[in-house]
């Protein structure tokens, strides 16, 4: 189960808006998205959560690139909403890396040289996502919350503390 909703900041503070993400395949479907809720070009934020494992914030201002942050890599990886956010960018990889398998490197009983059948399945590309925050945590920094306090925050809560700290925990919750 995921929450997805969208902040806008307009000069009458913040209006939010319930979000469907099915029909969104890529980042910048995304940012289309979030820029069709604000005609200003204002500030607009992204809250997506999941099953309280893991949480994301896409930032869109105006024509700028998205600045992204997510609480749990490793947990975001295993939601398809979660791979919109993972970037090869946010991972630090180069762009259009793969972390699959070496094909000429697999053997015709399935396994990689110098890999035995015993090893752990997720293998080493599981390994490349962290079990932790990845990507701008001063994303929210101007908005009054910190690096430190976005760092800190509980994925179960997240994105009601955030919504309080800037002002809009009622907007939020209408959509919520």
């Keep these: 189960m995921y929450f997805a ?16 993400l099915d029909d969104v395949e890529t980042l910048s479907d995304l940012a289309d998205l979030a820029r069709e809720a604000s005609p200003d070009e204002d500030t607009v ?6 099953e309280d494992a893991w949480f994301g914030v896409v930032r869109v201002d105006g024509e700028d690139d998205p600045r992204i942050y997510v609480s749990d890599a490793a947990a ?3 939601s398809a909403y979660g791979e919109l956010l993972l970037t090869d960018e946010l991972l630090g990889r180069e762009p259009g890396s793969d972390d699959g398998p070496d094909l000429d490197a697999l ?13 752990d399945e997720e293998g080493a590309g599981a390994d490349a996502v962290p079990h932790s925050p990845v990507g ?21 809560d997240a994105l009601s503390a955030i919504a309080e ?12």
Aim: charged letters at 40%; zero cysteines; a negative charge.
């Design 76 to 78: 975001a990886r295993r």
């Design 136 to 156: 701008d945590s001063e994303i929210l920094d101007d908005l009054g919350i910190s690096e430190k306090e976005l760092r800190a925050l509980d994925a179960d």
């Design 45 to 50: 934020l992204v809250l997506i959560e999941q």
């Design 5 to 20: 909703a969208l902040l806008a900041r307009t000069e009458d503070g913040w209006e939010a808006s319930d979000t469907e």
């Design 165 to 176: 700290a800037l002002g809009a925990s009622e907007v939020l919750e209408t959509v919520r």
């Design 107 to 119: 053997d015709l009983d399935g396994t990689e040289d110098g890999e035995s059948e015993d090893d």
